[in-house]
Nanobody, 121 residues
Framework: VQLVESGGGSVQAGGSLRLSCEAS????????MGWFRQAPGKEREAVAV???????NYEDSVEGRFTLSQDKVQKALYLQMNNLKPEDTAMYYC????????????????WGQGTQVTVSS
């Protein structure tokens, strides 16, 4: 079971990036899946989650700018990030939930290695 993120990079404020999370050993649609981020000196925070039924939820600061989706064969998770702001700068991780209700505060037990997003003003 493995998750591998990609797609990070450096952009100017107002730009866009699309993060990908490739899963091996399981199907992402069978789990609550989430995107998280951690900025230097700050705690990791949940950015967006998608439940098995496709329901999504977003952290307030990214609502309307970020969109979480899955591909048709359900082996990958994506995070489209538009209108990026300097405060979005962080290492971004995807993760699979380990049970219970799918939410921004759910338990996640399988993590990728992360991909860095840097937004300059």
């Amino acid at each position: 079971v493995q998750l591998v993120e990609s797609g990070g990079g450096s952009v100017q404020a107002g730009g866009s990036l699309r993060l990908s999370c490739e899963a091996s050993g399981f199907t992402v649609s069978s789990y609550c899946m989430g995107w998280f981020r951690q900025a230097p000196g700050k705690e990791r925070e949940a950015v967006a989650v998608i439940a098995r039924n496709g329901w999504t939820n977003y952290e307030d600061s990214v609502e309307g700018r970020f969109t979480l989706s899955q591909d048709k064969v359900q082996k990958a998770l994506y995070l489209q990030m538009n209108n990026l702001k300097p405060e979005d700068t962080a290492m971004y991780y995807c993760a699979a939930g380990v049970g219970g209700t799918c939410s921004l505060r759910a338990r996640f037990g399988v993590w990728g290695q992360g991909t860095q997003v840097t937004v300059s003003s």
